[in-house]
C-alpha cells in the first residue's frame, strides 16, 4: 500500500504592494524537483481582506489561500500556520524566488538528522538589473550549533549571520515556539533567534534564494530604521531569547520530529 506523500508548507504572506511579484514566486515553486514521497503546498496568506491576492493566483490544488485583517506580517504569517498538514514549514516572501532544488536540499538535511531543528541557505540578493550578490557574511556549511547564530547576532551590532527568509523548520518546532512575533517587523529574525537558541541548525552552502531588492520592500522604508522602534524590536527578540534560555530549553531535549 502506497504511503501519501510528505508535505513541505511554504508560507507566503502578501500586502497590496508584492502582488505584482506573486507569479515569479509560483514560477519559482513549480520549478522544485521533489524528492520521491515528498510534496509541497503553498500557503498564500493576504494581510487584509481584499480579495486581490487570491484573484492574483492560478487554479492549483497545491495553493491554499487564507486572509486576516491588517496585521502586518508576522500576525499574517502566524494565520497561515492553522492550514499547515506537514512536518516541515519553509518561508517564502511573496517577492522573492527559491532557487532551483531548494526544497530539496532542506528535506535532505532534515530528514537525514533528526536532532537538527532548522536550516538557512545562502541568498543572493536579487538587484534591479537581474544581477545577483551573495552576502558576504555566510559561514561555512554545515552544523550551527543551538546559540551561535545569536552569539554572532550581538557581535556584529544586531546583523544576522544567516537570511532568515531562507528558513526551513520543524512544524512541531515552529509550533512551539509560538509562530512569528507580532511585531511590524524583524518577525522572521526573532523567530530565527528563538528556533537557534532551543535547537542545532544547519546552514546550507548552495544559494536557496533569490531575494529581490525593490523599493517597496520593508526594509526599504523609513520607518524600519527608526531608532527607536529599532530598539524596541531588538529588545523583545533579546527577551524572548532570555526567557528560553532561562527556562533550560535546549538541544539537549528532544527535538519534536513533526506530525
Known amino acids: 500500500m502506497r504511503r501519501p506523500p510528505q508535505t513541505i508548507s511554504v508560507v507566503t504572506p ?32 493576504e494581510d487584509g481582506q481584499t ?23 508576522g500576525v499574517t504569517r502566524t494565520m497561515a500556520l492553522s ?22 536540499r532542506d528535506i535532505a ?22 544581477s545577483t550578490v ?18 554572532c547576532w550581538q557581535e556584529d551590532a544586531y546583523r544576522l549571520p544567516v537570511h532568515p527568509a531562507t528558513l526551513c523548520i520543524r512544524t512541531d518546532l515552529l509550533l512551539a515556539l509560538g509562530g512569528w512575533l507580532a511585531l511590524p517587523a524583524s518577525e522572521d529574525t526573532g523567530l530565527l533567534l528563538a528556533a537557534s537558541t532551543v535547537s542545532d541548525g544547519h546552514f546550507i552552502d548552495e544559494p536557496g534564494l533569490l531575494y529581490r531588492k525593490w523599493p517597496g520592500q520593508v526594509t526599504n522604508q523609513q520607518a ?19 526567557a528560553l534560555a532561562l527556562l533550560g ?11
Not at 65 to 73: E, F, L, S
Not at 135 to 148: E, I, N, S, V
Not at 249 to 259: A, D, E, M, W
Open 134 to 151: 551573495r552576502m558576504a557574511t555566510d559561514p561555512p556549511g554545515g552544523r550551527l550549533p543551538a546559540g551561535t547564530v545569536h552569539r
Open 83 to 104: 492550514r499547515v498538514d506537514g512536518p516541515l514549514v519553509k518561508v517564502l516572501d511573496a517577492d522573492d524566488r527559491l532557487t532551483s532544488d531548494a526544497l530539496a
Open 224 to 242: 524600519h530604521w527608526s531608532p527607536t522602534e529599532r530598539a524596541d524590536r531588538i529588545q523583545v527578540i533579546e527577551s524572548r531569547v532570555a
Open 14 to 45: 502578501v500586502h497590496a504592494a508584492s502582488i505584482p511579484y506573486l507569479a515569479d514566486a509560483y514560477a519559482s515553486l513549480r520549478a522544485q524537483r521533489m524528492p520521491p514521497g515528498w510534496q509541497w503546498r503553498w500557503l498564500v496568506q
Open 249 to 259: 530549553i535546549g538541544p539537549t531535549s528532544s527535538t519534536p520530529q513533526g506530525r
Open 51 to 73: 480579495g486581490e491576492v487570491a484573484a492574483a493566483l492560478p487554479q492549483d490544488r497545491r495553493i491554499s489561500v487564507g486572509h486576516n485583517r491588517p496585521g502586518g506580517p
Open 109 to 130: 538535511v532534515l530528514t537525514a538528522d533528526p536532532t537538527v531543528g532548522w536550516t538557512t541557505a545562502a541568498a543572493l540578493d536579487l538587484l534591479s538589473d537581474h
